[in-house]
């Protein structure tokens, strides 16, 4: 029997703890959150309903020593180990897979893009490109499991999927250190994969998920009711690029309002402006939904513009509106450090940041450099202008200005970051925050998040 490890290596540094099993961005935190990984989680299932025998290690999540997380890898002794990379850590994954005796399969968006780059370093085995990897792990083994790159396709319909196992992948390690989450134990699903509208130049899946499908909405009912019904789920967080719309929506949250699932669990997702009505909103609130995500990343329509983001400034404002109004909580993402931006594009941004958490149409929000990902438009873009400041892997962890911005300073653009998180502490957005509080288990969210706000904080001091 072929054995498989879908591993997660400790990765000690003086960073943080890397967020690492939600592959759509990179940070090391000075606070640890664990993201219950979708597609690995996925892969391990379907292998192990295939006859396989999988271990699957996060040690990062489970924080385990370097020493312990070996010890355990050696018991199992897989004949592969396979690990989901991301640019700013890929130099570590291949350091120590070369420091072990293993035939590693590197699998996630950095080894789509420089899969030719990978497979040339010691002990690497494979490279499997794509974002349905969960599926086409599967197939790389039953074709032979051969030493190369292995391009697999998206042609699969998602109801092919199984149900994930979760105890196969131990779910609870992120059931409760996870900052979305307001009611733990919580968890993680994907409705779709991956983004409806997959054209921003900065992101990384777009090389991962170029075509967006769904899952039919009735199953992903059936999943949220046997999550709640058999492990006691409060929240669960859908990780879908952008959630799905339409007729889809409307049928999910009827559905889920059809089978009071809506009085027993709560429901977060990723959306985009300018997609939905007030009342798809409202509608939303009343089928059990808490958060609803959003990513702004500039006040300039110009730069949404150069994006491709298909965003307007304005819908920005009345959808923040609509949504907080309905009773959802928002939470808004920001990036900074884009090489066109001078001080005043940084101060709309700041500004538009601030006014929307003081208005209270804005729950809590997230700020970060820009990272141009190998693969994405816009590391082309940058790349072929000799806009790139390093092409050193290791820093391209949101620490550090990676794009060259001859308008503005790095660490102008850090302090930027700073005053937005500290809009959290104006008058009208504390007074905001205390009206909403509506038990000590609010509190309790309040005093983590505040905990997180001073890690991120510290995430962008400037040492310049």
């Given at each position: 029997?072929?054995?498989?490890?879908?591993?997660?290596?400790?990765?000690?540094?003086?960073?943080?703890?890397?967020?690492?099993?939600?592959?759509?961005?990179?940070?090391?935190?000075?606070?640890?959150?664990?993201?219950?990984?979708?597609?690995?989680?996925?892969?391990?299932?379907?292998?192990?309903?295939?006859?396989?025998?999988?271990?699957?290690?996060?040690?990062?999540?489970?924080?385990?020593?370097?020493?312990?997380?070996?010890?355990?890898?050696?018991?199992?002794?897989?004949?592969?180990?396979?690990?989901?990379?991301?640019?700013?850590?890929?130099?570590?994954?291949?350091?120590?897979?070369?420091?072990?005796?293993?035939?590693?399969?590197?699998?996630?968006d950095h080894a789509t893009a420089l899969g030719e780059e990978?497979?040339?370093?010691?002990?690497?085995?494979?490279?499997?490109?794509?974002?349905?990897?969960?599926?086409?792990?599967?197939?790389?083994?039953?074709?032979g499991a051969k030493t190369g790159i292995f391009d697999f396709?998206?042609?699969?319909?998602?109801?092919?999927?199984?149900?994930?196992?979760?105890?196969?992948?131990?779910?609870?390690?992120?059931?409760?250190?996870?900052?979305?989450?307001?009611?733990?134990?919580?968890?993680?699903?994907?409705?779709?994969?991956?983004?409806?509208?997959?054209?921003?130049?900065?992101?990384?899946?777009?090389?991962?998920?170029?075509?967006?499908?769904?899952?039919?909405?009735?199953?992903?009912?059936?999943?949220?009711?046997?999550?709640?019904?058999?492990?006691?789920?409060?929240?669960?967080?859908?990780?879908?690029?952008?959630?799905?719309?339409?007729?889809?929506?409307?049928?999910?949250?009827?559905?889920?309002?059809?089978?009071?699932?809506?009085?027993?669990?709560?429901?977060?997702?990723?959306?985009?402006?300018?997609?939905?009505?007030?009342?798809?909103?409202?509608?939303?609130?009343?089928?059990?939904?808490?958060?609803?995500?959003?990513?702004?990343?500039?006040?300039?329509?110009?730069?949404?513009?150069?994006?491709?983001?298909?965003?307007?400034?304005?819908?920005?404002?009345?959808?923040?509106?609509?949504?907080?109004?309905?009773?959802?909580?928002?939470?808004?993402?920001?990036?900074?450090?884009?090489?066109?931006?001078?001080?005043?594009?940084?101060?709309?941004?700041?500004?538009?940041?601030?006014?929307?958490?003081?208005?209270?149409?804005?729950?809590?929000?997230?700020?970060?450099?820009?990272?141009?990902?190998?693969?994405?438009?816009?590391?082309?873009?940058?790349?072929?202008?000799?806009?790139?400041?390093?092409?050193?892997?290791?820093?391209?962890?949101?620490?550090?200005?990676?794009?060259?911005?001859?308008?503005?300073?790095?660490?102008?653009?850090?302090?930027?970051?700073?005053?937005?998180?500290?809009?959290?502490?104006?008058?009208?957005?504390?007074?905001?925050?205390?009206?909403?509080?509506?038990?000590?288990?609010?509190?309790?969210?309040?005093?983590?998040?505040?905990?997180?706000?001073?890690?991120?904080?510290?995430?962008?001091?400037?040492?310049?």
């Amino acid at each position: 029997m072929v054995k498989v490890a879908i591993a997660y290596p400790p990765l000690l540094s003086e960073k943080g703890v890397p967020l690492l099993t939600q592959n759509r961005q990179f940070q090391w935190f000075s606070r640890p959150t664990y993201i219950f990984p979708v597609v690995p989680a996925t892969a391990a299932t379907v292998l192990d309903k295939a006859g396989y025998e999988v271990l699957f290690l996060d040690g990062i999540a489970a924080e385990l020593s370097e020493a312990e997380f070996d010890k355990r890898l050696k018991a199992f002794a897989p004949d592969f180990v396979v690990i989901e990379t991301k640019t700013p850590v890929v130099k570590r994954h291949l350091k120590w897979v070369s420091e072990h005796d293993c035939k590693a399969i590197f699998v996630g968006d950095h080894a789509t893009a420089l899969g030719e780059e990978l497979v040339k370093e010691k002990n690497v085995h494979a490279v499997i490109k794509g974002g349905d990897w969960d599926l086409g792990l599967k197939a790389y083994l039953e074709a032979g499991a051969k030493t190369g790159i292995f391009d697999f396709p998206l042609v699969h319909d998602l109801k092919s999927l199984p149900k994930i196992d979760r105890d196969l992948v131990n779910w609870k390690l992120y059931a409760k250190k996870n900052g979305n989450f307001r009611s733990t134990p919580g968890t993680y699903i994907m409705s779709a994969r991956d983004c409806w509208h997959a054209k921003c130049t900065f992101c990384s899946w777009t090389t991962l998920y170029p075509a967006y499908r769904t899952r039919d909405y009735t199953e992903v009912v059936d999943e949220i009711e046997e999550l709640v019904n058999k492990y006691g789920v409060k929240e669960i967080m859908d990780d879908s690029g952008s959630f799905p719309i339409g007729s889809w929506l409307e049928g999910f949250c009827n559905e889920l309002i059809r089978r009071g699932l809506n009085k027993r669990v709560k429901i977060d997702c990723n959306m985009r402006f300018g997609a939905l009505s007030k009342e798809s909103y409202e509608l939303m609130k009343k089928a059990g939904f808490r958060l609803v995500l959003f990513g702004v990343e500039s006040a300039n329509q110009y730069t949404l513009d150069r994006l491709n983001k298909n965003l307007k400034v304005e819908d920005v404002r009345r959808g923040a509106k609509w949504a907080s109004e309905a009773g959802l909580e928002v939470h808004l993402t920001f990036m900074f450090g884009y090489p066109w931006e001078g001080k005043t594009e940084i101060a709309n941004t700041v500004k538009l940041a601030r006014e929307l958490l003081a208005l209270g149409h804005a729950s809590t929000l997230q700020c970060t450099m820009t990272i141009p990902y190998p693969g994405t438009p816009l590391f082309k873009e940058l790349d072929a202008a000799d806009g790139l400041t390093t092409r050193d892997w290791d820093e391209y962890d949101m620490r550090r200005q990676i794009m060259k911005t001859p308008l503005v300073t790095e660490k102008e653009i850090k302090a930027a970051i700073q005053e937005v998180y500290r809009g959290f502490f104006q008058i009208a957005a504390l007074i905001k925050r205390l009206k909403s509080t509506k038990s000590l288990s609010d509190l309790d969210f309040y005093y983590r998040g505040f905990r997180s706000l001073i890690g991120h904080l510290f995430d962008f001091k400037s040492h310049a």
